[in-house]
């Protein structure tokens, strides 16, 4: 889905999710607080349009969810399994859903490895140790959820 806006907006959106306050965002910049806060109302509503959206176009039941980290937690309904739509910089916008398969066979799993660490590195949490999907993605959801 296309998440239209401009890389500064983003740029402050990304400093406020890594726990910068607005006024460290606005100096970093050399401008005002209330344009730093003007800019994050906008990618905060273009954020919670794009996450609304995803849910309902996957069938998603929503959980929990938050605008400002960029993250919705929710229940498949087609697929009868707990899902995950989150923002990155680097990959935009996915939606994970979980499952206890054996990742070792699948032609992507590097992909899903690369996806999941970029992911758990943009937010600040570390993985212990699994380098299978699943496991990685366990871990790292759990992680966020209760940071939320």
């Known amino acids: 889905m296309f998440l239209p806006l401009n890389e500064r907006q983003f740029e402050f959106w990304r ?6 306050a607005g ?5 970093s910049f050399s401008v ?3 344009s730093v ?33 960029g993250v919705l937690f929710g229940r498949s309904v087609q697929l009868n399994t707990d899902a995950i739509i ?21 032609s992507r799993s590097h992909e899903c490895r690369e996806l999941l660490r970029d992911y758990a590195s943009e937010i600040g949490i570390a993985l212990a140790g699994s380098e299978m999907p699943a496991e990685m993605a366990d871990e790292l ?8």
């Open 15 to 20: 400093m406020r999710r890594d726990g910068m």
């Open 23 to 27: 006024a460290e965002i606005a100096r």
């Open 32 to 34: 005002s607080r209330q």
């Open 37 to 69: 806060s003007k800019a994050l109302q906008g990618m905060d509503s273009k954020i919670s349009r794009v996450l609304m959206e995803m849910a309902r176009s996957n069938q998603i039941e929503i959980r929990k969810v938050s605008f400002e980290r």
């Open 86 to 106: 989150f923002v990155s910089a680097k990959h935009g916008v996915q939606v994970w859903y979980w499952h206890d398969g054996d990742c070792s066979g699948c």
């Open 141 to 148: 959801f759990h992680k966020l959820e209760g940071m939320l």
